[in-house]
């Protein structure tokens, strides 16, 4: 008997533990969350036609309490009112949440659903599911208060070479301008930091000769270092690692036109020149321009530019063949004026070159890359205008009066165009219609580049 009633005893109490523990274990999973965070957020409107709004990523900083978007929206960017789509921890709404308007100062309980008066958000308090914590957002629209797309230019200095000048070329070569210029029988340079422009350093140029091509020099970076090579009218190359001190190159072949680094799907470094061999135009590839990878024959009937034309280097990393030099102006092997625009690539360890007619004044013309596009300065009726184009010039864009050089800019021939890190455009020099020597710094930039 007295087990029977042991046994029921111990039956009980296990029954009583058992239940108080799923008890127990109910009340923690219907613990309320104290996280009153703000996981993602975005917003939408119906009077956005361009989508601008929900393509805009915001910024939640979670330490500051702000939300915000980084890239700023366009400008004179308006709608009146946005559908808001705020979630909190896992991908849940957040359980409460209050709107405070700026101006009138008032606040209301959001619903999930109403409409949000755009320019007058001014923060975002979110509780958590415990009805006490609470996380106060403070919220920015960044949009452009300028049209980014106006170019502002600056005359940086003027008259800041040693007269007389004659036949100017600058360069950007390791975190210095360097402008050559002839002047009388001697070829003369004047520096200046790269991040100045406005004061310059008179240079001793020494082992370059003063029948060097000045519209030759220009500088190749190869990874982490850069050398400075020039011709003289012998089709001879020099060299410099410094831009001052030069020295001459004993090469294989007499160097005709040098074109720039041209860029290919293996990866090598590689300068594209044309060559004389054996009073044959090739084109070939060098490292150092002392041996040559001589490829195809420049057909007589070519009219490739050989002299005074204007050269750019490009490739896109998103757009595997996109590696290219592009030649605008000059003149070919017969003297005679270039009015196309030559895109030239290695494909299949051959040297392609594809010329391109062109409605746009070419032969005068310079060639830069800025804002992830091709830009073209040309001189018309005795002045300059930009162009820009968005597929590796085959169709040309005019900047429009956005990017109209300033009134008192004088109109240009043989100017040099640089761009820098700092999303500036130089302008140097040059002659005038008349050819008498120019001799100033201009610089500029799109306002939306200005950050």
């Not at 709608?79 to 359980?95: E, F, H, M």
């Not at 606040?107 to 009805?131: C, M, P, Q």
């Not at 070919?332 to 030559?342: A, P």
């Not at 091709?374 to 900047?399: A, D, F, H, P, Q």
């Amino acid at each position: 008997m007295t087990i029977k009633y042991l046994y029921q005893t111990v039956s009980t109490l296990l029954w009583v533990l058992i239940f108080s523990s799923c008890l127990n274990s109910s009340q923690r999973d219907i613990e309320l969350s104290h996280d009153a965070q703000i996981y993602s957020f975005g917003m939408a409107s119906s009077k956005d036609t361009t989508r601008v709004l929900s393509g805009t990523k915001f910024t939640i900083d979670q330490i500051n309490n702000k939300i915000f978007n980084q890239d700023s929206l366009p400008y004179l960017f308006h709608v009146d009112s946005i559908r808001l789509n705020i979630t909190g921890r896992s991908s849940y709404a957040v359980p409460k949440v209050v709107i405070n308007l700026q101006d009138k100062d008032s606040s209301y309980l959001w619903n999930g659903k109403d409409s949000v008066a755009f320019k007058r958000l001014k923060s975002i308090e979110a509780t958590a599911e415990d009805g006490r914590a609470v996380k106060l957002y403070e919220f920015k629209a960044n949009i452009h208060q300028q049209d980014p797309y106006i170019l502002n230019w600056a005359q940086v200095t003027q008259n800041y070479l040693i007269t007389p000048v004659d036949k100017q070329k600058t360069i950007l070569h390791d975190g210095k301008f360097i402008t050559y210029y002839k002047s009388g029988t001697i070829i003369k340079a004047s520096t200046s930091l790269s991040s100045d422009g406005k004061e310059w350093t008179p240079e001793t140029v020494s082992g370059l000769p003063a029948t060097v091509k000045t519209s030759t020099i220009f500088p190749i970076t190869n990874g982490s270092s850069s050398i400075v090579y020039a011709q003289d009218a012998d089709n001879t190359v020099y060299q410099s690692t410094n831009g001052l001190v030069w020295s001459k190159i004993t090469s294989d072949y007499p160097v005709t036109a040098i074109y720039g680094r041209l860029p290919s799907a293996s990866g090598e470094f590689a300068i594209l020149t044309a060559v004389n061999d054996a009073g044959t135009l090739k084109f070939a590839l060098t490292r150092d321009f002392t041996t040559f990878a001589v490829k195809g024959v420049i057909p007589l009937d070519d009219t490739l530019p050989v002299t005074d034309f204007s050269a750019v280097s490009l490739e896109n990393p998103t757009v595997y063949s996109a590696k290219y030099i592009i030649l605008s102006g000059g003149k070919d092997r017969n003297n005679m004026v270039n009015n196309k625009l030559w895109i030239i690539q290695e494909m299949n360890g051959e040297i392609t070159h594809l010329p391109e007619d062109s409605s746009i004044a070419l032969q005068l013309s310079r060639l830069f890359l800025y804002d992830n596009k091709v830009y073209l300065m040309t001189y018309e009726t005795g002045k300059n205008k930009l162009y820009y184009s968005e597929n590796y010039g085959l169709n040309w864009i005019s900047g429009g009066t956005n990017q109209t050089l300033p009134d008192n800019f004088t109109g240009r021939i043989s100017a040099s165009v640089i761009t820098d890190a700092n999303n500036y455009i130089w302008i140097f020099g040059g002659e005038s219609g008349t050819q008498a020597p120019i001799v100033d710094v201009w610089r500029g930039r799109l306002n939306k580049l200005s950050k």
